[in-house]
């Protein structure tokens, strides 16, 4: 029976590494994160993860500062209240996703909003303009919208 070549066992190795979340019990792996990196950070000082960007690290706290200007304060995490850091991907096709909505909602309005007595092709038309209004709307809405996806556990607070 014929053996595969090593290409092969490096291409499936490679692969099944792709699914692997990098995940460490070790807060140094904290200390040594790039500044600006963007992270949730689970603790048992807040109710819900906060997303933030990284700013610094040593061996009591974690600092970053706020995501959306508007929280103002930067925010400090205890080493011992921290028990999970992920990092978070930010994706980039929100007014996209925006448009389309805003566009279908402002094309459904313009057909159904004209009077009774109205034709087919004012009701087409009314369609056509408050579609492309709401869609420009929701382009612009959508813009400063957070769709992050949850991305790999980084440090995670060993079980006691």
Same mark, same amino acid.
């Given at each position: 029976?014929?053996?595969?070549?090593?290409?092969?066992?490096?291409?499936?190795?490679?692969?099944?590494?792709?699914?692997?979340?990098?995940?460490?019990?070790?807060?140094?792996?904290?200390?040594?994160?790039?500044?600006?990196?963007?992270?949730?950070?689970?603790?048992?000082?807040?109710?819900?993860?906060?997303?933030?960007?990284?700013?610094?690290?040593?061996?009591?706290?974690?600092?970053?500062?706020?995501?959306?200007?508007?929280?103002?304060?930067?925010?400090?995490?205890?080493?011992?209240?921290?028990?999970?850091?992920?990092?978070?991907?930010? %994706? /980039?096709?929100?007014?996209?996703?925006?448009?389309?909505? +805003?566009?279908?909602? &402002?094309? !459904?309005?313009? @057909?159904?909003?004209?009077? %009774? /007595?109205?034709?087919?092709?004012?009701?087409?038309?009314? +369609?056509?303009?408050? &579609?492309? !209004?709401?869609? @420009?709307?929701?382009?612009?809405?959508?813009?400063?919208?957070?769709?992050?996806?949850?991305?790999?556990?980084?440090?995670?607070?060993?079980?006691?």
């Amino acid at each position: 029976m014929r053996r595969p070549p090593k290409i092969c066992a490096i291409l499936i190795a490679f692969v099944a590494s792709l699914g692997a979340h990098t995940q460490s019990s070790d807060w140094k792996y904290l200390e040594d994160l790039p500044q600006g990196a963007r992270i949730s950070v689970a603790s048992f000082q807040s109710l819900a993860p906060v997303e933030c960007v990284f700013r610094h690290a040593n061996e009591q706290t974690l600092r970053c500062d706020p995501v959306h200007r508007r929280h103002g304060r930067q925010f400090e995490f205890n080493r011992r209240s921290v028990w999970q850091v992920r990092l978070q991907r930010r %994706e /980039n096709h929100n007014h996209h996703w925006g448009a389309i909505i +805003g566009g279908s909602i &402002g094309s !459904i309005v313009g @057909v159904a909003a004209p009077s %009774e /007595n109205a034709s087919a092709k004012d009701r087409v038309l009314t +369609g056509m303009v408050l &579609g492309g !209004i709401g869609a @420009v709307i929701g382009a612009t809405a959508d813009h400063d919208l957070p769709h992050v996806s949850v991305g790999p556990v980084i440090y995670e607070k060993p079980r006691e």
